[in-house]
T-cell receptor, first 115, second 114 residues
């Protein structure tokens, strides 16, 4: 069975500092994708970044990067130069080819950026 | 449309009544997902449609919940005999159904059962 684990229910970071949000996953599949989403208090789900299981390079999108360690089955999100607008819930998700690319989500981490 | 559209955005219903929640996915997206999110909680998977395959209904919490997707496009989630514990935000998402493509979410329907 697939499982996404986010062990940090809440995190705080000082504005302009970097922060790492942890995500581990459990699958025996070879082909899978890892995603991070942001959910601000408005409730919308915003896609941030994607990493494929066969990608050798860590994904980066602006201030977001994904620290992918395949052997450890971890896909941590790194946000550099935090901004007040980064305060939100962050969800890690996995899609698996063997289940028709269905998405499985973690329980989320609440990030608060302190001015 | 440009994005995933859900209606209504808010629904207040009396306990015991049936409700229907609608989702219009992005045109061309073969995969459609329903999730439920209680206040301050994560996303609880409900049901997944992918093309013409049989839907994955493994997340439906009880037989009061059902969903259909007509013509591979619009989906309706139906909750019969609503209970107070059904109160939550119901999120719909769609995607191209490929491994490396993200899911796009609607704004959700906030259901309140009184």
């Amino acid at each position: 069975a697939q499982k996404i684990t986010q062990t940090q229910p809440g995190m705080f970071v000082q504005e302009k500092e970097a922060v790492t949000l942890d995500c581990t996953y459990d699958t025996s599949d070879q082909s899978y994708g890892l995603f991070w989403y942001k959910q601000p208090s408005s409730g919308e789900m915003i896609f941030l970044i994607y990493q494929g299981s066969y990608d050798e390079q860590n994904a980066t999108e602006g201030r977001y990067s994904l620290n992918f360690q395949k052997a450890r089955k971890s896909a941590n999100l790194v946000i550099s130069a935090s901004q007040l607008g980064d305060s939100a819930m962050y969800f890690c998700a996995m899609s698996r080819r063997n289940t028709g690319n269905q998405f499985y989500f973690g329980t989320g981490t609440s990030l608060t950026v302190i001015p | 449309g440009a994005g995933v559209s859900q209606s209504p955005s808010n629904k207040v219903t009396e306990k015991g009544k049936d409700v229907e929640l609608r989702c219009d996915p992005i045109s061309g997206h073969t995969a459609l997902y329903w999730y439920r999110q209680s206040l301050g909680q994560g996303l609880e998977f409900l049901i997944y449609f992918q093309g013409n395959s049989a839907p994955d209904k493994s997340g439906l919490p009880s037989d009061r919940f059902s969903a259909e997707r007509t013509g591979g496009s619009v989906s309706t989630l139906t909750i019969q005999r609503t209970q107070q514990e059904d109160s939550a935000v119901y999120l719909c998402a769609s995607s191209l159904g490929q491994l490396n493509t993200e899911a796009f979410f609607g704004q959700g329907t906030r259901l309140t059962v009184v």
